[in-house]
T-cell receptor, first 114, second 114 residues
Framework: KQEVTQIPAALSVPEGENLVLNCSFT??????LQWFRQDPGKGLTSLLL?????REQTSGRLNASLDKSSGRSTLYIAASQPGDSATYLC?????????????FGAGTILRVKS | KAGVTQTPRYLIKTRGQQVTLSCSPI?????VSWYQQTPGQGLQFLFE???????NKGNFPGRFSGRQFSNSRSEMNVSTLELGDSALYLC?????????????FGQGTRLTVV
């Protein structure tokens, strides 16, 4: 059974710092991995999608990498801002699941202090 | 382009009642998935519909059911509500494709059972 773990569970940093959020998974047989942001009480906003054949994706100050052999993905946020404060979730689509079922990690709660 | 729309945004129901939630996917998206999010269990997959057919189902009791209409709009129903059903219910629609498709989530419906 695929399990997804996100470390750390919570992170508090001063504004301007570069930071890395980690996502690990137990089974490398995945189609893709997607990073989301969730503000309190709101839905999920897609940040980056990495296909299984890709190593990384970039969007603005965000860079996500994928290493299937080690079962890891990282989300790098450059020059963090208070507006980046949110919960960050990773989710993957396993080979063994039919259709579009996603398996989620528990998330990392990020607080960027001004 | 309109995003995924969920209605209503908030609901308060009494134990034993039933509830119906609605999700309108992004235009052109035919796959709709439902997730339950609670502080203790995180995001858990309920079921997925594609072209009016359920094609995957999570480990939830039969009180949770859903359907999809010909215009791809989906509804989920929970009968005989329990206190533990209080959660944020999220739906996602998927860009058309084979398997490497991106998920887009709605803002969710916050259900409180009293």
């Amino acid at each position: 059974k695929q399990e997804v773990t996100q470390i750390p569970a919570a992170l508090s940093v001063p504004e301007g710092e570069n930071l890395v959020l980690n996502c690990s998974f137990t089974d490398s047989a995945i189609y893709n991995l997607q990073w989301f942001r969730q503000d309190p009480g709101k839905g999920l906003t897609s940040l980056l999608l990495i296909q299984s054949s890709q190593r990384e994706q970039t969007s603005g100050r965000l860079n996500a990498s994928l290493d299937k052999s080690s079962g890891r993905s990282t989300l790098y946020i450059a020059a963090s801002q208070p507006g980046d404060s949110a919960t960050y979730l990773c989710a993957l689509k396993p080979y063994m699941e039919y259709g579009n079922k996603l398996v989620f990690g528990a998330g990392t709660i990020l607080r960027v202090k001004s | 382009k309109a995003g995924v729309t969920q209605t209503p945004r908030y609901l308060i129901k009494t134990r034993g009642q039933q509830v119906t939630l609605s999700c309108s996917p992004i235009s052109g998206h035919r796959s709709v998935s439902w997730y339950q999010q609670t502080p203790g269990q995180g995001l858990q997959f309920l079921f997925e519909y594609f072209s009016e057919t359920q094609r995957n189902k999570g480990n939830f009791p039969g009180r949770f059911s859903g359907r999809q209409f010909s215009n791809s709009r989906s509804e989920m129903n929970v009968s005989t509500l329990e206190l533990g059903d209080s959660a944020l219910y999220l739906c996602a629609s998927f860009r058309p494709g084979v398997v490497n498709t991106e998920a887009f989530f709605g803002q969710g419906t916050r259900l409180t059972v009293v």
